[in-house]
């Protein structure tokens, strides 16, 4: 799950996909293409608004989107547009960037992006929270 920072989005969506998949079987992580917040908590806001839906995400840690990332990892969904193209860019071959996919792609219709709430309000969150959460479901339907 890749966003710009690794502090809004992408930690919902590692914690909202980790709560539905066997975790001795499938890993899920996430990451940022910028390292603005490396080391660094979630937003407090992303924080809240789990906890409020049952999930715990305030131990994980902000990293960068790495190269390696690509072997790692045999799905890589992304946020927006920018995050699309900004880890296209890092792929060097055509195996690697098949991987990428934004992740409201997964859903029938709606948004094709997952807004950044950063700049909002509490709200804004909510609504990322749900977003997530029904691409989530529809990944969990292919990996079953």
Do not use: W
């Not at 975790?23 to 996430?30: C, H, L, P, R, T």
């Not at 195996?95 to 509490?122: F, R, W």
Request: net charge negative; hydrophobic share 35%.
């Amino acid at each position: 799950m890749v966003c710009l920072g690794n502090i809004c989005r992408s930690p919902l969506a590692e914690g909202i996909l980790a709560s539905k998949v066997d975790n001795e079987k499938v890993f899920v992580d996430s990451a940022g293409t910028a390292g603005y917040h490396v080391g660094h908590p979630p937003d407090p806001r992303s924080i809240a608004v789990a906890k409020t839906h049952g999930l715990d995400i305030g131990h994980q840690r902000c990293r960068k989107f790495s190269v390696v990332d690509f072997d790692e990892f045999d799905h890589i969904y992304v946020m927006d547009k920018s995050n699309f193209s900004n880890v296209l860019g890092l792929a060097t071959a055509e195996h690697q960037a098949k991987k990428v996919k934004l992740l409201l792609s997964e859903l029938k219709s709606g948004p094709q992006e997952v807004p950044d709430p950063y700049y909002g309000g509490d709200d804004g969150f909510e609504k990322v929270y749900q977003l997530i959460e029904s691409a989530c479901e529809e990944i969990i339907k292919k990996l079953d």
